[in-house]
Structure formats: C-alpha cells, structure tokens
Nanobody
Framework: QAQFLESGGGLVQPGGSLRLSCAGA????????VSWHRQAPGKQRELVAS???????TYAESVKGRFTISRDNVLNTVFLQMNSLKLEDTAVYFC??????????WGQGTQVTVSS
C-alpha cells in the first residue's frame, strides 16, 4: 500500500517562506500526478498546485508567482515552495498522488499558519 507523508508546515510571518514536502513510499511518486490542496477552517478544500509525470504544472490563481511545485524522483518526493506568504494562505495543506481511478492517495496534512 502506498503512503504519502507531508512535512514542512509551521508558523511563519507574512512575507515569509516555507517549503512543504510530500514523500512517497510504496509507489513511485514520479508516475503519479501529484497535487497540493489546502483547507482553511470553515472552507472547502481547494487545489493549490499540481505536477504531472512529465512535469507539467498548474497553479491556482491565488498562488501564481508565489508558489512553485517541483518533484525529485530520486527522493520520491514532491515539493511546494511557498514564498511571499499571506495571512490567507493559512490552512492545512494536503498532498494527493493520483495514478488512476483506483489508486489515489492522500497524505495526513500539514498545518501552515501565517501570522504576525
């Protein structure tokens, strides 16, 4: 059974940076479309960014120019570099690795809090 584990969350001031990691075990992360999602209190989970096996990327409009998704297939890990963080970026961030309709895996989430 594949597992994906997020790490790298924490407390940061507005304008600061964090790098989240989504480390895979049991299946090659490089063979999946991996996406980052976030859910703030009282809000629906939203897609933040995604990267395909051929490294095509997409971003939510709210994070374009500030967040960068990348992958290291040797480490079996997908990263989300978050710069110029804003208060509204506060949320629990989840990664999802999607292989096909029968194999889609979520991590447990990591908290990102942007506060002065």
């Amino acid at each position: 059974q594949a597992q994906f584990l997020e790490s790298g969350g924490g407390l940061v001031q507005p304008g600061g940076s964090l790098r989240l990691s989504c480390a895979g075990a049991g299946m090659r992360a490089g063979a999946a479309t991996v996406s980052w999602h976030r859910q703030a209190p009282g809000k629906q989970r939203e897609l933040v960014a995604s990267i395909t096996p051929d490294t095509s990327t997409t971003y939510a409009e709210s994070v374009k120019g500030r967040f960068t998704i990348s992958r290291d297939n040797v480490l079996n890990t997908v990263f989300l570099q978050m710069n110029s963080l804003k208060l509204e970026d506060t949320a629990v961030y989840f990664c999802n690795a999607h292989y096909d309709m029968d194999h889609s895996f979520w991590g447990q989430g990591t908290q990102v809090t942007v506060s002065s």
